[in-house]
């Protein structure tokens, strides 16, 4: 689980800056990057979420 909350937080990181990046500065590279980042956490996020669950039943 420790490995799966380290994903997570350095997907954060890389979407917060390609999203400030496309803000900010108009990236549009950027903006595509941290959609991608979005989706990956999503993924990820659920899975958090399905071993948690698993864990609080032990």
């Given amino acids: 689980m420790k490995k799966l ?4 937080n ?7 800056v390609n ?4 803000v900010v500065k ?3 590279a950027a ?3 941290a959609r991608k980042a979005a989706l990956e956490l ?3 996020l659920k899975e ?3 071993i948690s669950v698993e864990e609080a039943k032990k």
């Fill in 5 to 8: 909350v380290d994903l997570i």
């Fill in 10 to 16: 350095a997907n954060m990181d890389l979407f917060k």
């Fill in 19 to 22: 999203a400030e990046a496309q």
């Fill in 26 to 28: 108009g990236n549009k």
């Fill in 31 to 33: 903006g595509a990057r």
């Fill in 42 to 44: 999503m993924k990820q």
């Fill in 48 to 50: 958090f979420r399905k």
